[in-house]
C-alpha cells in the first residue's frame, strides 16, 4: 500500500536549534508539496517541487526555512533557527501531474501523517 | 487570485441528520474541486472531486456537484455516522497556465457527529 512517510512524527525543541523534517513521497509521483497547519492559520502552502525542481516557495518564510530535494525519494524541510511560532503540524504531500495533454490529472494529492513541531 | 470559502465550523449533529458543508470558489481558470477529509490524527485524504460544470462527485454516501454559475461545490451526506466526524476541507485546482497545478484550499470545516 502505497503512502506518503513522513519523519519525525513528532519534535519537541527549543528556540534556535534546527530542525529537519523528511518526508518520502510515493514513488512514481513527480510533484511534492509542504503545507503548515495551524488552528488560527488553518492549512498553508509552504513550497512546492516539480521533478524535484522547486516551483513556488513564496509561502516560506525565506530568513530561516529552507526546502530542498536532493533525490526523487527524499524531500526535506529545514528550520534554522527555529521559533516559537513555527509550532505547528506540516505535512508533506505528493502527487502525479501529466503534463503536455493541457489538461494535467492534478489535484489528487497523497499526504503523510505529518510532522508535529513544537518549539518551546 | 484563486481562493477558497467554507463556511466556517464547528458543525455538531446528531447521527443520522442531514449534512450539508457550504464551499465557493473564485478563480482565474476553469478550476477542478474536490473535497478532502482530515480524521484526528491523520493527513488529508481526498473524498471527491469533480473537473467539470455539473460534474456531481460522490463517495463513502457523499456528494458535491460543481455549480460553475454560483461558482459553488457544496459537500451534502443524507445520513451522518459518529464515524464522519472529522475536518472537512474544501479545496480547487486551477489548471490554466502559471498556476502550475497547485491546491488552494479552504480553512476547513470540523464535524461532529454525536450518537
Known amino acids: 500500500d502505497a503512502r506518503v512517510t513522513q519523519t519525525p512524527r513528532h519534535k519537541v525543541t527549543e528556540m534556535g536549534q534546527e530542525v529537519t523534517m523528511r518526508c518520502q513521497p510515493i514513488?512514481?509521483?513527480?510533484?511534492v508539496f509542504w503545507y503548515r497547519q495551524t488552528m488560527m492559520q488553518g492549512l498553508e502552502l509552504l513550497a512546492y517541487?516539480?521533478?524535484?525542481?522547486?516551483?513556488?516557495d513564496s509561502g516560506m518564510p525565506k530568513d530561516r526555512f529552507s526546502a530542498e530535494m536532493p533525490d526523487a525519494t527524499l524531500a526535506t524541510l529545514k528550520i534554522q533557527p527555529s521559533e516559537p511560532r513555527d509550532s505547528a503540524v506540516y505535512f508533506c504531500?505528493?502527487?502525479?501531474?501529466?503534463?503536455?495533454?493541457?489538461?494535467?490529472?492534478?489535484?489528487?494529492?497523497?499526504f503523510g501523517e505529518g510532522s508535529r513541531l513544537t518549539v518551546l | 487570485g484563486n481562493s477558497v470559502t467554507q463556511m466556517e465550523g464547528p458543525v455538531t449533529l446528531s447521527e443520522e441528520a442531514f449534512l450539508t458543508i457550504n464551499c465557493t470558489y473564485t478563480?482565474?481558470?476553469?478550476?477542478?474541486l474536490f473535497w478532502y477529509v482530515q480524521y484526528p490524527g491523520e493527513g488529508l485524504q481526498l473524498l471527491l472531486k469533480?473537473?467539470?460544470?455539473?460534474d456531481k462527485g460522490s463517495n463513502k454516501g457523499f456528494e458535491a456537484t460543481y455549480r460553475k454559475e454560483t461558482t459553488s461545490f457544496h459537500l451534502e451526506k443524507g445520513s451522518v455516522q459518529v464515524s464522519d466526524s472529522a475536518v472537512y476541507f474544501c479545496?480547487?485546482?486551477?489548471?490554466?497556465?502559471?498556476?502550475?497545478?497547485?491546491?488552494?484550499f479552504g480553512k476547513g470545516t470540523l464535524l461532529t457527529v454525536n450518537p
Open positions: 504531500a505528493s502527487g502525479l501531474v501529466r503534463l503536455g495533454t493541457g489538461t494535467g490529472s492534478a489535484g489528487e494529492l497523497f
Open positions: 514513488l512514481g509521483h513527480n510533484t
Open positions: 517541487f516539480r521533478n524535484r525542481a522547486p516551483l513556488d
Open positions: 478563480a482565474t481558470g476553469y478550476p477542478s
Open positions: 469533480a473537473t467539470k460544470a455539473d
Open positions: 479545496a480547487l485546482s486551477d489548471l490554466s497556465g502559471g498556476s502550475n497545478y497547485k491546491l488552494t
